[in-house]
């Protein structure tokens, strides 16, 4: 059932993006669930972003008749640039706010995402280049924190 979720981590970060292995963050936390969630939220905070959302897969998917642990998405961003962004470049609402899958598996919790770096191959604006390569900069960040926690 694991693997499952991994799976499934997978193909929802598939759908925000296509996706090849160099597009994708994902890492390995060697906390339990809910103190990787803790963390993941203050790195989040602590980079100026805002948690907007965090969506409960795992209950739409208990509801399937599958037995999962936990399974989030954390949307989060800073207001006004989200609201700044989508005005001018409206190309750009289907991906924002940002977002990251966590899970648990086994005694770890896995954290994924798209790399926001990537935004620049499909919108090739160079005004938008700085941007995203700061979330991306910003995510790296985060996934360390998260990733060497203890």
């Given amino acids: 059932m694991k693997s499952r979720a991994a799976a499934f981590a997978l193909l929802f970060a598939s759908f925000i993006l296509p996706a090849a292995a160099d597009q994708l963050l994902i890492i390995r936390a060697p906390q339990s669930y809910p103190e990787a969630m803790s963390t993941l939220q203050t790195a989040i905070s602590a980079r100026g972003y805002k948690i907007t959302r965090v969506q409960n897969i795992d209950a739409g998917i208990t509801k399937t008749g599958h037995t999962i642990d936990y399974y989030k998405v954390v949307f989060y961003g ?5 609201a700044r962004i989508t005005r001018e470049h409206p190309e750009l609402i289907p991906y924002l706010p940002l977002n990251i899958v966590i ?10 995402t798209n790399r926001p770096g990537v935004l620049a191959d499909f919108f090739p604006d160079p005004a938008l280049k700085p941007m ?3 979330w991306e900069k910003d995510l790296i960040e985060i ?3 998260v990733r060497e926690a203890k």
């Fill in 78 to 82: 800073k207001p006004e640039e989200v």
């Fill in 103 to 112: 899970f648990a598996e086994d005694a770890n919790t896995v954290v994924a």
């Fill in 143 to 145: 996934f360390d924190e």
């Fill in 132 to 134: 995203f390569m700061q």
